[in-house]
Nanobody
Framework: QVQLVESGGGLVQAGDSLRLSCAASGRTLSRYAMGWFRQAPGKEREFVAA???????FYADSVKGRFTISRDNAKNTVYLQMNSLKPEDTAVYYC???????????????????WGQGTQVTVSS
C-alpha cells in the first residue's frame, strides 16, 4: 500500500500561483499513472490533471494552459503547478494513484485506489 500526502495549498489572490506536492511513501510511483482531483463545497469531485506512467499529461479544459502536472521519480513526488489562479479554482485538491502497474491516465476517480487527505486551495477575487 502507498501513503500519499499533499501539501502546498493556501489562500492566494486571483492571478497568483501555487505549487501542490504529493509525496508518496511505501511504494514507488514511477510505474503508475497519477492524478489530481478537486472538490468544492457542495460539488462532486472532479478531474483536474493526470500523468501516465510514461509521462504523458492530460488536463481538464478548465485548467488547460494554466496548470502543469509533473513528477520527480527520485523524490517519489508528483506536483501540480497552478498559475493564473481564479476564484473558481477554490477547492480541496487531492492526489491519487491509478490502480494497476503501467496504467494509463484516467479522468474517472473510481479508477484510482489510493488517495491523499487533500489540501485546501482558496483563491480570493
Amino acid at each position: 500500500q502507498v501513503q500519499l500526502v499533499e501539501s502546498g495549498g493556501g489562500l492566494v489572490q486571483a492571478g497568483d500561483s501555487l505549487r501542490l506536492s504529493c509525496a508518496a511513501s511505501g511504494r514507488t510511483l514511477s510505474r503508475y499513472a497519477m492524478g489530481w482531483f478537486r472538490q468544492a463545497p457542495g460539488k462532486e469531485r472532479e478531474f483536474v490533471a493526470a500523468l501516465n506512467w510514461s509521462g504523458s499529461a492530460f488536463y481538464a479544459d478548465s485548467v488547460k494552459g494554466r496548470f502543469t502536472i509533473s513528477r520527480d521519480n527520485a523524490k517519489n513526488t508528483v506536483y501540480l503547478q497552478m498559475n493564473s489562479l481564479k476564484p473558481e479554482d477554490t477547492a480541496v485538491y487531492y492526489c491519487a494513484r491509478r490502480r494497476g502497474l503501467y496504467s494509463s491516465a484516467s479522468y474517472s476517480p473510481v479508477e484510482y485506489d489510493n488517495w491523499g487527505q487533500g489540501t485546501q486551495v482558496t483563491v480570493s477575487s
